[in-house]
């Protein structure tokens, strides 16, 4: 069964329903009426039908938009403003497909998003920090990993050269040298 | 040369841990073969035809004797007593197990040495020019900035899973010999009319199946944004370069896809966000990096030495290596000295432990204990006083190391190919020594004069055969190795692609195929003028029906 992992360190079992982008609204209905208590992922052009004709719920059941790489952010910038979603799905088909790293970045750094940035599909603990580092702050983890190891991965390195999502100021700017 | 702080060491020390519980995973069958392999690739580490091969960093070819000393102790612990460098500055071993690489990279961590970010499709080892902060005529010195990239790149999350590899070149010295234009970023130091520094930046080269010249994007970008800027280029890559097809995966494929004034108006449209803002370079860490490259505390010494000059008129040999392996330096009474790592029989670009342990020796003798690795395959002292030279030319006689090819025909760049390489259609290594052999006489080789020639096993194009002046390609047609001619590459500030001669040759063809290259260059050149130059004049057609004989 499939972890949420939600920073700083919270484990559950995952709640969220992640669907497909060739779902239809019918299905989702069915799906909001059988679990009301689980918010459904829906790919965002989707959710844009929804949301405009009904509400951010269906029969109780919140409605969430995923994007991956394929989507552009602008489509979703135009017509909705950012800070009302609570939580946006970023979705990896494959974890090598590096995009949502930088959807992630847009979002955050270029959009000013605040809300939950949830990280879906194939992603593996190796990846964790990083997605994190680009602003992530949940994650469905599909493989059955050990608390200790996720935490673990998750502090890999203490520090970055970079300028961050989580820390905007790179090393170059704080260090001090002994 | 930059030393570690607290922090880099801190770096070096969690990859080390973190890459070691990660093939501890792999090998207890945690981690399946298709996770494991990116995450081995970011640290280094192919599985070949033979054996795992290990590509540990030489950061921008700079390299100092204690590492080198522990690179020769790693040949010989864990491979088979010889490394190879290849035209990206980087050193490979070729026969380590899986299982010792945490080891070797804890070895590695205690000299301030990695492996990190040398493979997998992310941004691999920044190069430069191997005469930077020493040639004569210089910009400015490219070294500070290619440690700042360095850093910058180094476990940049937003950058570790790109389309495909990225490749980012400095250039800061009038002549480029770090092959700039071909690379996904080229950067090249230049002033403005105001006088301040900045770079001119270069988009979309490469080479591969598809070799291209960059393009320039930003005529001048000031130093301070240099992050900034390369931060957006790599962004607008991440998002839109193609993820469908690996061979049209490279940055190149995108610039030309999209053309170079949508494309940059995208980078902008990215960088206008980050302008300014903290990524935005300071004084203060330009000139803490700049004050790893000052120069050592040299002596005033003359440019000019009496005991110099006569072993210059009496011993001819040592006449040819002055000439061929001895550079000028800024400093009067120093000389740049290569050391051509293509002695006819070994694998060009290969050292032996011995070796290894000899030129660390010198460096420590002749040269402040410093060293430079070569886009050509060799490795460079930079700072040997003029009167020494004598001295040291005797010291390398000894290691095999004095051969005076540096520049000439048989200073091959090749790939390590079908010997070693899984991805290669043919071999490399014996078309490399079939035509040492060939042109094995000195004075015919000074007589062809300056001409590069590029070997690569396959279209991966590794030993850069597009930009030789003669490029030879391992093909595979129907099962058999055969090779095919390029003529006309060049990798400098004048790059260009070579051109396809015709159809391929057997491999015990190749040498005398040379053969005649040369004797049309020969017998078509006007006075001082190199192969290169003849060609550009005469174009493929002597070259041609020479080989082929006239179309019908």
Not at chain 2, 41 to 52: E, S, T, V
Not at chain 2, 332 to 351: D, F, H, M, Q, W
Request: proline share 4%; with cysteine; net charge negative.
């Amino acid at each position: 069964m499939a972890k949420l992992l939600k920073l700083p360190t919270t484990f559950s079992q995952s709640v969220y329903v992640w669907m497909p982008c060739e779902t239809t609204i019918s299905e989702i209905e069915t799906q909001c009426r059988v679990q009301p208590e689980a918010p459904v992922l829906v790919h965002y052009k989707l959710w844009q039908e929804i949301t405009q004709l009904k509400s951010l719920e269906i029969g109780g059941a919140k409605i969430l938009p995923w994007l991956d790489g394929d989507d552009s952010l602008h489509d979703l910038t135009n017509t909705v403003a950012l800070n009302s979603i609570d939580l946006i799905a970023l979705h990896f088909p494959k974890f090598t497909d590096g995009r949502p790293y930088t959807l992630a970045s847009r979002l955050r750094r270029t959009c000013d998003y605040k809300g939950h940035l949830l990280a879906t599909g194939d992603i593996g603990i190796d990846q964790l920090q990083y997605m994190e580092r680009c602003g992530f702050d949940m994650f469905i983890l599909q493989k059955d990993y050990e608390e200790t190891e996720v935490l673990k991965a998750l502090s890999c390195f203490q520090e970055h050269y970079q300028s961050l999502v989580t820390n905007p100021v790179p090393l170059f700017r704080r260090q001090q040298f002994a | 040369m930059y030393r570690y702080n607290q922090y880099d060491k801190q770096f070096l020390e969690e990859r080390v841990e973190q890459f070691r519980d990660q093939t501890h995973r792999f090998l207890a069958g945690k981690l399946s073969e298709e996770e494991f392999l990116p995450l081995r690739l970011q640290n280094g580490l192919y599985i070949q035809r033979l054996a795992p091969m290990l590509r540990v960093a030489i950061p921008y070819g700079c390299l100092n004797s204690i590492q080198l000393r522990k690179l020769a102790h790693i040949a010989r612990q864990y491979d088979k007593g010889y490394g190879h460098f290849s035209t990206r500055q980087n050193i490979q071993f070729n026969w380590p197990t899986l299982e010792n690489v945490p080891d070797i990279l804890h070895e590695l961590a205690q000299v301030e040495m990695h492996a990190i970010q040398t493979s997998g499709n992310c941004i691999r080892n920044t190069t430069t020019d191997q005469f930077a902060g020493r040639a004569k005529e210089e910009i400015a010195d490219s070294r500070p900035w290619c440690e700042i990239i360095r850093q910058w790149s180094t476990f940049h999350p937003e950058f570790a899973y790109l389309p495909r590899k990225f490749k980012i070149a400095v250039c800061g010295n009038e002549e480029d010999q770090a092959a700039t234009q071909v690379h996904d970023i080229g950067l090249y130091l230049v002033r403005n009319l105001e006088g301040e520094l900045g770079f001119k930046v270069l988009v979309g080269g490469g080479l591969g199946r598809t070799p291209i010249i960059g393009q320039v994007i930003r005529e001048f970008l000031p130093w301070q944004e240099l992050l900034n800027y390369l931060e957006a280029i790599l962004r607008v890559y991440n998002a839109d370069g193609r993820r469908d097809n690996k061979y049209k995966a490279r940055i190149k494929i995108l610039v030309k896809a999209d053309g170079l004034e949508k494309f940059s108006s995208k980078v902008d449209a990215e960088w206008e966000a980050l302008r300014n803002g903290p990524g935005t370079l300071t004084d203060e860490e330009v000139q803490r990096c700049s004050s790893f490259f000052s120069s050592p505390s040299y002596q005033d010494l003359p440019d000019e030495d009496e005991a110099l000059r006569a072993k210059l008129s009496s011993d001819v040999l040592f006449h040819h290596w002055y000439e061929r392996c001895v550079h000028p330096h800024k400093q009067s009474g120093y000389r740049i000295v290569t050391l051509c790592l293509k002695e006819t029989g070994k694998a060009p670009g290969n050292l032996t432990a011995e070796q290894m342990e000899l030129v660390a020796n010198l460096s420590d003798e002749f040269s402040f204990g410093e060293l430079r690795a070569t886009h050509e395959q060799n490795l460079c002292l930079v700072d040997v006083e003029l009167a020494r030279l004598p001295e040291l030319y005797t010291s390398l006689k000894q290691g095999e190391l004095a051969t005076p090819h540096r520049g000439l025909l048989n200073d091959i760049i090749a790939c390590p190919g079908g010997d070693y390489c899984s991805l290669a259609n043919a071999k490399s290594i014996p078309v490399a020594e079939a035509i040492q052999r060939h042109f094995n006489n000195l004075d015919e080789l000074l007589n062809i004069g300056d001409i590069s020639l590029n070997i690569s096993g396959c279209m991966n194009a590794c030993g850069h055969h597009h930009i030789g002046n003669i490029g030879i390609l391992g093909v595979d047609k129907k099962g058999r190795e055969f090779y095919q001619i390029v003529l006309g590459g060049s990798a400098g500030r004048e790059a260009a692609i070579g051109e396809i001669l015709g159809p391929s040759f057997a491999q015990e063809e190749i040498p005398q195929v040379i053969d005649t290259l040369i004797a049309v260059y020969l017998e078509n050149r006007s006075p001082r003028e190199t192969f290169l130059q003849t060609y550009l004049r005469l174009g493929m057609t002597p070259f041609k029906e020479k080989i082929y004989g006239k179309a019908a």
